[in-house]
């Protein structure tokens, strides 16, 4: 089964999200409305929480985990997905931040206590550092990312774009009962 309940944490699905039947969702997770979580994909919330807004996909073979707290992170770190974010194929989130409308390109790692600001491309490909903190309205590529260049009005106007594409994706398969159920 995809939805699986971890210490008495079960999954909660918004209105309208979509989860295929191949990924799996563990714990303490809340997925927003209109949100997809696509094939092979893992969001394993067991030691902390996940928290993914509205409009985001999480493409497919993706992994979203959390930092467990003990000796050497007191508090771990939660990972939270903001509103409108496109997630690329085999993306590693790993205990940090997204805010709203951010592409993170495939094959992207975003690291423990990182921090991704709104309105953020992260090239494909890319390694977020752990800590590093990258502010609003830039594209960054690289491994480790480094700021390349401001976003243009084109690639902003791509954010909703694509998220509405995918919304658009699930509730074609939502109304071919590719479900969580």
């Given at each position: 089964?995809?939805?699986?309940?971890?210490?008495?944490?079960?999954?909660?699905?918004?209105?309208?999200?979509?989860?295929?039947?191949?990924?799996v969702?563990?714990?303490?997770v809340?997925?927003?409305a209109?949100?997809?979580?696509?094939?092979?994909?893992?969001?394993r919330?067991?030691?902390?929480?996940?928290?993914?807004?509205?409009?985001t996909?999480?493409?497919?073979?993706?992994?979203?985990?959390?930092?467990?707290?003990?000796?050497?992170n007191?508090?771990?770190?939660?990972?939270?997905?903001?509103?409108?974010?496109?997630?690329?194929?085999k993306?590693?989130?790993?205990?940090?931040?997204?805010?709203?409308?951010?592409?993170?390109?495939?094959g992207?790692?975003?690291?423990?206590?990182?921090?991704?600001?709104?309105?953020?491309?992260?090239?494909?490909?890319?390694?977020v550092?752990?800590?590093?903190?990258?502010?609003?309205?830039?594209?960054?590529?690289?491994?480790?990312?480094?700021?390349?260049?401001?976003?243009?009005?084109k690639?902003?106007?791509?954010?909703?774009?694509?998220?509405?594409?995918?919304?658009?994706?699930k509730?074609?398969?939502?109304?071919?009962?590719?479900?969580?159920?």
């Amino acid at each position: 089964m995809a939805i699986r309940t971890f210490q008495q944490h079960t999954p909660r699905l918004g209105e309208r999200a979509f989860v295929d039947r191949s990924a799996v969702v563990i714990g303490d997770v809340e997925i927003g409305a209109d949100s997809s979580i696509w094939p092979l994909t893992v969001v394993r919330a067991d030691m902390h929480r996940i928290r993914i807004g509205k409009r985001t996909s999480v493409q497919d073979a993706s992994v979203l985990h959390i930092t467990h707290a003990g000796p050497f992170n007191p508090d771990g770190f939660p990972l939270l997905i903001g509103d409108d974010v496109t997630i690329g194929h085999k993306v590693m989130l790993h205990g940090c931040t997204l805010g709203n409308r951010i592409l993170v390109g495939m094959g992207s790692t975003v690291m423990d206590g990182a921090v991704v600001e709104d309105d953020v491309i992260i090239g494909a490909g890319s390694l977020v550092p752990p800590g590093k903190r990258l502010p609003s309205g830039f594209l960054y590529v690289g491994s480790p990312a480094r700021q390349a260049r401001p976003l243009t009005d084109k690639e902003r106007a791509f954010f909703t774009y694509t998220a509405g594409n995918y919304v658009k994706l699930k509730d074609q398969h939502l109304a071919e009962g590719f479900d969580k159920d």
